[in-house]
């Protein structure tokens, strides 16, 4: 009975050893020289403004279809310039990146796909969320027509 009590013991004391050293890489970068990836976007919001608000130089979109987000994903869209430009406050987090693209334009909308990509390989990424700013061109400025955001992930 004694032997098991001391195999297990020192079974613990590799776990928090282990451990120990693992978090003190993940601060250092270490694991394959691997850097974690920052928040970068087309469109980097002035000093003083802060995500989820409409740049100084935005108009707001007030026509907006947002059923094809998740209740909890950012619904701030405006437009920039002659109105050909239209940013977005997209969603993505640890190693996730996010982009915007155009689906369709017609007479009356606008459709507008936010996309966050996933790397297929499991990597150690951080536990956070972020809101960046992304910007789409239009063919003809936005004018009166309804934009439709939607969502989705893939892993690439």
Known sequence: MRHIGTVVGTGVLLLVI????????????????????????PSELPPNVAPGEVPPDGKPVTKLDANGL???HPRTVWTQ????????VAQEGGCGKASASV???????????????????????TMDIRFPP?????????????????????QK
């Open 18 to 41: 282990s451990a120990c050293g693992s978090a003190q890489n993940a601060g250092t970068g270490a694991g394959g020289g691997q850097e974690l990836p920052t928040a970068t976007s």
């Open 134 to 154: 992304l910007t789409v061109q239009l063919s003809e400025p936005l004018g009166e027509r309804t934009v439709a955001l939607t969502s989705r992930q893939e």
């Open 103 to 125: 689906l369709e334009q017609n007479a009356s909308t606008v459709k507008i796909e936010l996309l966050e990509t996933l790397p297929l390989t499991k990597q150690m990424c």
């Open 70 to 72: 998740a209740p909890d």
């Open 81 to 88: 310039g002659d109105g050909k430009t239209v940013g977005v």
